[in-house]
């Protein structure tokens, strides 16, 4: 069993920063990539950021310059510092890891709950 537990959602202002935070935890032989995904009321789920096992980064052009994802591999955490929000950043985040769960399985793609992100203007 995988879980990934998010935390750090809620209502900011526009300007105004918060920063997500995701553990997993459970059966976990490694971990390849963590990431955000983002979606809101009547849109697809997007790639927000990613981070690989070696700290290699992604950013998805809406946040480049406002967003900086980080990860603690000891912890198997990975952080999203959102700054400058907008009012267009508001949508549910969700944790994803790319994992095995044994050391001769393939990665699989495990989701956390979501966590909610508003902000007004």
């Known amino acids: 069993q995988v879980q990934l537990v998010e935390s750090g959602g809620g209502l900011v202002q526009a300007g105004g920063s918060l920063r997500l935070s995701c553990a997993a935890s459970?059966?976990?032989?490694?971990?390849?990539?963590m990431g955000w995904y983002r979606q809101a009321p009547g849109k697809q789920r997007e790639l927000v950021a990613a981070?690989?096992?070696?700290?290699?980064?992604n950013y998805a052009d809406s946040v480049k310059g406002r967003f900086t994802i980080s990860r603690d591999n000891a912890k198997n955490t990975v952080y999203l510092q959102m700054n400058s929000l907008k009012p267009e950043d508001t949508a549910v985040y969700y944790c994803?890891?790319?994992?095995?769960?044994?050391?001769?399985?393939?990665?699989?793609?495990?989701w956390g709950q979501g966590t909610q992100v508003t902000v007004s203007s």
């Open positions: 994803n890891a790319h994992l095995k769960t044994t050391g001769w399985g393939l990665h699989h793609n495990y």
């Open positions: 459970g059966s976990i032989f490694s971990i390849n990539a």
């Open positions: 981070i690989t096992s070696g700290d290699s980064t």
